[in-house]
């Protein structure tokens, strides 16, 4: 486990961390105490790691697009993902086209600051149980250097305060 002077405490710059309040941050701090005994069990350079997550100022949408207008890859976060079935896109809320077939707003990303090793193991176990040991939905996205966990705009401060509980340090 993390030793306590590693962990980063969010209350000493709960003013820099944009979109999240003091309230929320309050409300959060009874709820995460379970969070430290369940990932113990998860491979130990996810525990050992202390991850650091950046708390990205943009509000995010995921999307369902018939088809990919060229202007969402020019500027801003975009992320594509093609299969059989659908064409997804998670762009920022502001950024999201016309006539999309569906769509969810109000997300809020957190980085984990890499570059990431591709042979670490765990990193997105430790992050997915620790939210969901406090009842916060998330959406992962993996890009070559690093991963991103999207959760609603209401959870942010509940998510920031789980992590940070659980020995990761969050970055305005």
Not at 26 to 47: F, H, M, N, Q, Y
Not at 100 to 125: H, S, T, W, Y
Not at 142 to 171: K, M
Request: proline share 3%; net charge negative.
């Amino acid at each position: 486990m993390v030793e306590s002077d590693e962990v980063f405490c969010l209350r000493d710059i709960v003013e820099e961390l944009k979109g999240i309040s003091d309230e929320s941050l309050r409300s959060a701090d009874g709820k995460t105490e379970r969070v430290k005994r369940s990932w113990c069990d998860l491979p130990s350079e996810a525990i050992h790691m202390q991850l650091r997550l950046v708390v990205l100022d943009c509000a995010l949408s995921v999307c369902k697009l018939e088809k990919l207008p060229e202007s969402l890859l020019d500027d801003g976060f975009c992320c594509v993902t093609r299969t059989e079935d659908e064409l997804s896109v998670v762009c920022e809320t502001s950024k999201v086209p016309e006539g999309a077939l569906a769509r969810e707003d109000g997300l809020r990303a957190l980085k984990v600051q890499g570059p990431l090793d591709f042979a670490l193991v765990g990193i997105l176990a430790r992050l997915s149980l620790t939210l969901a040991n406090v009842h916060v939905p998330l959406f992962a996205i993996s890009t070559y250097d690093t991963d991103y966990i999207l959760v609603n705009e209401e959870n942010l401060g509940l998510a920031v305060v789980a992590l940070r509980d659980a020995g990761c340090i969050a970055i305005a």
